[in-house]
């Protein structure tokens, strides 16, 4: 930002073993986890639409595979790696294979057998074998019956030692939360907590790049506390309401650091208060005092209830710059000032009332939010939030157990989903949680995922080696304290494959010093299940590429392939300042692709990638809230354009294919400070059709440095020195 099922085991009725010994030995090594579970499945053919591939190995005994009644036909499984493969064992529908293989191969192309037979009995097999491959495919050369072939199940299972990566089980009582989780109760002495919060917030105050990560826990009952955020810093209440945890002091962010333009003395500057977060607390001021919440991006002010202070200044409440921030699922009291904030995004929030306004205030489903007068003032008011999920959070009960409880989807809300009681939603207990802490292997944390366990991150730095794969519907991953997941080898730090309801919540994902194709994919490549009834769910994720002690490089730090999903809070940032940071650098083309249909983005900041920013290809996509600025560090015009005849790329591209798409409250800024004389030709590019609308959008030239010749398309005034804002109400 500018200094301004449980894996399946499948019983063996009929076993096939050759090789005496031999196999009794190689059995006796095998695994038990079903690697097959949720991988990407494809066959020669299917019956009819009930009967997929995936059906085969979605973990549900009472679906399956069908093929068309014809020999030959075939069903293959992508097992994402190279596997030792010592057990493959199949559930037989009543048409099943007379005369069958099972191949193996590396490439999906060239196949070599593992096992063979003329004589399938059907049932269940669970044949042991011996071979290697990435991809296995099951090859029936005869039915047995006049139908096709059917599989209930296809179970894949690999040499590991017998065992396997042991995951360590969670006591939901007693929880190993790391050493850098404090857990505070109502009987914990008042001078002992204040003490760990000035410990914490004395080492993180200007923290920035930091390793260390914290969170702050409190246990419901009334509290005596000062918190005084600094960076990578959560402090949340560990109740079902905002309301069962009441504290009396303050939980707030000051500009007291950084230096604002040419005088040292002054320290008011808000525009780099990342990485922080306050969530699900009560917060009563003492008598007369406000509260301050001085932010930008990346530090979300969620489920909160601020209860006693007159109002809430979003600034240094004097001549200091700030830049951005979210309100969501909170509820104030009193009044808000927005004072110096550039922008800012509310959502399903009550305010007592709301004054203030500079390029962007976007307010969706707020009540108390102030009437729409954009662009004078630059207030957005969009009455309902067509459809949400709450971020999930971690509580404990009147047992003393934790649980995580996950928020139901909302349609058409507005205001907050506690007010009226408590809200809709489910509770995972933590023992279905593999709590991880640094240093844990990526095999182990895969092997929990395989198990049908959830992810805890703890609070720290995660160096991994492989890809994190989420495969499992309605799995949920969180993170405490901006737990953070660094990608050391190129590849991709965390993937979901195509499936119902999984839940992305409060994380970071740094870029490694090996470029990675993309960051974070939501759905493989062609993904096209409907997810409409129960969308997977992105809340509080972060991507940073650079400005950290190492390197980073990434082409696109998101990429969301699957239908119906949902990001609530992302800050996708290639780094304008740190270390590590330059043109040819901390290389990254794209911050957020969107493939899937229907895909709604709630509050998205996106900032200094090489190309299009933004790059939406998918049908049906929604943006409430949108912050950009363009790359602060191009060093030519010739060598910075999307096409001939335009100048650079925009920094928000809806696909030319593209027939509906609509966009509320979004911003674009340049600040060319390695070459002032760069221009852009337009902040946002979309295909000219009635279904693509656009409103309420700015471009502002920061400073005048730089120039973004046009809003949208060719429309729209220019933003340059002379002319640093513009305005347009509406596209087309």
Not at 483 to 499: C, E, H, I, M
Request: proline letters at 7%.
């Amino acid at each position: 930002m500018l200094p301004i099922p449980t894996a399946l085991l499948l019983a063996s009725a009929f076993v096939v073993a050759p090789g005496g010994d031999n196999a009794q030995a190689a059995a006796q090594a095998c695994g038990t986890t079903n690697i097959a579970q949720n991988k990407p499945a494809t066959s020669s053919s299917v019956e009819n639409g009930g009967t997929p591939a995936t059906a085969a190995v979605d973990g549900n005994p009472g679906t399956r595979w069908a093929s068309a009644f014809a020999d030959p036909q075939w069903l293959q499984i992508d097992l994402g790696s190279t596997q030792s493969i010592c057990q493959v064992a199949l559930t037989w529908e009543t048409a099943y294979g007379r005369a069958f293989e099972l191949q193996v191969s590396d490439n999906g192309t060239s196949w070599s057998p593992i096992y063979s037979t003329t004589t399938g009995t059907g049932g269940t097999q669970a044949l042991d074998v011996t071979g290697s491959g990435r991809y296995l495919r099951i090859h029936g050369t005869q039915r047995a019956t006049g139908w096709g072939y059917s599989l209930w199940e296809v179970a894949v299972r690999t040499t590991d030692g017998g065992t396997g990566p042991v995951v360590p089980p969670t006591d939901p009582r007693n929880p190993d939360f790391g050493p850098n989780v404090f857990v505070f109760g109502p009987s914990t002495p008042q001078a002992e907590l204040q003490n760990r919060l000035n410990v914490i917030a004395a080492q993180q105050h200007t923290n920035q790049f930091g390793p260390e990560r914290y969170a702050t826990l409190f246990k419901p009952g009334t509290y005596n506390a000062d918190v005084n955020l600094g960076f990578f810093t959560q402090v949340a209440g560990l109740g079902l309401s905002p309301d069962d945890v009441n504290l009396n002091g303050h939980v707030r962010v000051e500009a007291d650091w950084l230096q604002q333009g040419d005088d040292p003395n002054n320290l008011g500057n808000a525009t780099q208060n990342f990485w922080r977060s306050a969530e699900n607390l009560a917060v009563t001021t003492p008598p007369g005092q406000i509260e301050r919440w001085a932010v930008s991006q990346a530090a979300p002010y969620r489920r909160m209830h601020l209860k006693g202070a007159p109002e809430i200044q979003l600034w240094n409440g004097g001549d200091g710059w700030a830049s951005g921030g979210l309100f969501a699922d909170t509820k104030i009291d009193g009044r808000v000032v927005s004072g110096s904030q550039q922008q800012w995004f509310s959502r399903n929030s009550e305010f007592g009332s709301w004054a203030g306004s500079v390029w962007n205030m976007v307010f969706l489903g707020v009540n108390g939010a102030p009437p729409p007068h954009f662009p004078n003032p630059s207030h957005t008011v969009v009455g309902q939030t067509p459809v949400v999920r709450e971020k999930p959070f971690l509580y404990i009960d009147n047992a003393g157990s934790y649980s995580v409880f996950v928020p139901a989807l909302r349609q058409n809300t507005s205001g907050t989903s506690w007010a009226n009681g408590p809200a809709a939603g489910t509770s995972i207990s933590l023992s279905d949680f593999y709590v991880v802490k640094p240093g844990a292997a990526v095999t182990t944390i895969n092997a929990a995922l395989e198990q049908g366990k959830h992810l805890l991150f703890t609070p720290g730095i995660y160096h991994l080696d492989d890809t994190i794969r989420v495969t499992r519907a309605n799995t949920v991953v969180l993170g405490l304290g901006l737990a953070t997941l660094q990608p050391d080898t190129g590849k991709a730090a965390l993937t979901v494959a195509d499936v119902d309801g999984v839940k992305l919540a409060g994380f970071l994902v740094d870029a490694g010093p090996v470029n990675s194709p993309v960051l974070i994919e939501v759905g493989p490549a062609g993904s096209t299940a409907s997810h409409a009834a129960n969308p997977t769910s992105l809340h509080d994720v972060f991507v940073r590429i650079g400005g950290g002690p190492q390197v980073g490089k990434a082409s696109v730090s998101l990429r969301v392939n699957s239908n119906n999903v949902i990001g609530d809070h992302l800050w996708l940032w290639r780094a304008d300042h740190g270390n590590a940071v330059g043109w040819d650098v901390n290389t990254a083309a794209n911050g957020l692709v969107v493939n899937g249909n229907d895909v709604t983005m709630y509050g998205l900041f996106v900032e200094h990638y090489q190309q299009y920013e933004t790059l939406w290809n998918g049908n049906g996509g929604r943006t409430y809230f949108y912050q950009n600025e363009m790359p602060y560090d191009v060093p030519e015009q010739a060598g910075w354009s999307s096409g001939p005849g335009t100048l650079g790329w925009a920094a928000y591209k809806v696909a030319d294919n593209v027939t509906t798409h609509q966009a509320w409250g979004v911003g674009v800024y340049s600040f060319f400070q390695t070459n002032p004389s760069i221009v852009a030709s337009r902040a946002f590019e979309v295909p000219d059709r009635p279904g693509v609308r656009f409103t309420n959008l700015v471009t502002v030239s920061l400073g005048g440095v730089g120039t973004i010749n046009r809003i949208i398309n060719n429309t729209g005034g220019t933003s340059n020195t002379a002319n640093q804002v513009n305005y347009l109400p509406s596209y087309p």
